[in-house]
């Protein structure tokens, strides 16, 4: 069930190898896991899984091998309980060789269950160590806080849910690195887009320079400053409106909050437009106070990071024919062009889209992925376009 367990965990797209497989079987050597299936959820959880987006992924393994085990530990009397919940003194010569992991099979379950509940029938009081009744420490398959390599562990009363009971909450799914991103998120991720630059006089405290000028000196301070620390990232955001993007009305909202809470940027500048750029963008979502990309341009260098939001999808005339037609001739192109003027005039530009990658295909969306690199609206998506953006 063990090695089971790793290749599920690895066909979920949780990057377990060989380092994470021999660590938690180093734990179960030590016996970390105490014998219970409550301890090796949570010794496997830390030793396998490095990111939290992978949490629900190994909640999701571990109730498809481990789901059903719990139940073969019987009702216990009030009274055994209680035996076993206080506290078990240290003994002198408490033996400290740790005991190999056993892996039982469906039949030594069952087995094991019938024999637990024959020593229910015979207990008649509390037993702390040896190798036959239900209690703590020693040698016994039955009870908690024992050596043998395996059995059945009675756990704690006081404790909280099982393993099994905490695995099927899913928790975790809000980490999930697949899910479209809340306010939270998008603040996390745009923070990656940060930049600072020094300027002006000496006037704040460099704290690794001073510990090292200090160390260098045997001990006697020296301060050392630096020019203060200045945001000198300058970012265009642009996000389509109406239409077929009225589902992710609300994804399009939290990141607009995110971006207006943002106090890490030298500037920024948000723009609307509806499907396509056509020669100009909006200051508000009611399309007023238009901008002429010409001018947007002008103001805002190839320096700027540009991101663009959008589903990218259109009937193939509002992408590919010349627009508006009450244009001058020579802004009179199709919005394909624009788009490609648009990208070819920043440096560093991104697409997130809040359609799933499978609908990118045989229609307008394939075009627009061909001009701008295009990132699904995910968490794993928005990480990849902050990494794309901040490459030199």
């Known amino acids: 069930?063990?090695?089971?367990?790793?290749?599920?965990?690895?066909?979920?797209?949780?990057?377990?190898?060989?380092g994470e497989?021999?660590?938690?079987?180093?734990?179960?050597?030590?016996?970390?896991?105490?014998?219970?299936?409550?301890?090796?959820?949570?010794?496997?959880?830390?030793?396998?899984?490095?990111?939290?987006?992978?949490?629900?992924?190994?909640?999701?393994?571990?109730?498809?091998?481990?789901?059903?085990i719990e139940d073969v530990v019987p009702e216990l009397t009030e009274e055994l309980r209680n035996w076993l919940d206080e506290a078990?003194?240290?003994?002198?010569?408490?033996?400290?060789?740790?005991?190999?992991y056993e892996e039982l099979t469906a039949e030594q379950i069952e087995e094991l269950k019938k024999q637990f509940e024959e020593r229910l029938k015979e207990q008649t009081e509390?037993?702390?160590?040896?190798?036959?009744?239900?209690?703590?420490?020693?040698?016994?398959?039955?009870?908690?806080?024992?050596?043998?390599?395996?059995?059945?562990?009675?756990?704690?009363?006081?404790?909280?849910?099982?393993?099994?009971?905490?695995?099927?909450?899913?928790?975790?799914?809000?980490?999930?690195?697949?899910v479209v991103l809340d306010i939270r998120q998008f603040e996390v991720a745009l923070k990656r887009l940060r930049a600072f630059v020094r300027e002006g006089a000496d006037e704040?405290?460099?704290?690794?320079?001073?510990?090292?000028?200090?160390a260098r000196n045997l001990g006697d301070i020296e301060i050392v400053t630096r020019p203060p620390s200045k945001p000198n990232t300058h970012v265009v955001l642009m996000a389509?409106?109406?239409?077929?993007?009225?589902?992710?009305?609300?994804?399009?909202?939290?990141?607009?909050?995110?971006?207006?809470?943002?106090?890490?940027?030298?500037?920024?500048?948000?723009y609307y437009f509806h499907n396509c750029v056509y020669g100009e963008v909006y200051e508000t979502d009611k399309f007023t106070d238009p901008v002429p990309i010409q001018e947007l341009l002008r103001q805002c260098g190839p320096h700027y990071k540009l991101i663009m939001v959008g589903d990218a999808y259109m009937a193939p005339y509002e992408l590919l024919a010349p627009m508006p037609y009450s244009a001058p001739a020579e802004l009179r192109v199709s919005g394909?062009?624009?788009?490609?003027?648009?990208h070819q005039h920043f440096r560093?530009?991104?697409?997130?889209?809040?359609?799933?990658?499978?609908?990118?295909?045989?229609?307008t969306i394939e075009a627009v992925d061909e001009v701008f690199d295009m990132y699904p609206m995910t968490v794993d998506g928005l990480s990849e376009a902050m990494t794309h953006l901040n490459r030199r």
């Open 336 to 342: 394909l062009d624009w788009l490609t003027r648009i």
């Open 204 to 214: 704040e405290l460099d704290i690794e320079r001073t510990i090292d000028a200090t």
């Open 126 to 178: 509390r037993h702390d160590g040896g190798p036959y009744w239900i209690g703590t420490g020693g040698t016994s398959r039955f009870g908690q806080g024992g050596k043998a390599k395996s059995g059945i562990s009675t756990g704690s009363s006081g404790k909280g849910r099982g393993a099994i009971k905490v695995a099927d909450a899913r928790a975790y799914r809000p980490y999930r690195s697949d």
């Open 21 to 68: 497989a021999l660590t938690l079987a180093q734990a179960l050597l030590a016996g970390l896991h105490e014998n219970s299936v409550d301890g090796f959820y949570y010794v496997a959880r830390a030793t396998l899984i490095h990111h939290e987006g992978h949490l629900d992924a190994f909640d999701r393994a571990f109730l498809a091998e481990f789901e059903g």
């Open 88 to 100: 078990m003194k240290e003994r002198a010569d408490q033996d400290e060789e740790s005991q190999e």
């Open 240 to 270: 389509d409106v109406g239409g077929s993007m009225y589902p992710y009305g609300e994804l399009i909202s939290r990141l607009f909050s995110a971006t207006k809470k943002a106090t890490h940027f030298k500037d920024l500048r948000t």
């Open 1 to 18: 069930m063990y090695i089971n367990f790793i290749y599920r965990l690895r066909s979920l797209g949780v990057p377990v190898g060989p």
């Open 348 to 363: 560093r530009s991104a697409w997130l889209n809040p359609e799933p990658e499978s609908r990118w295909r045989g229609n």
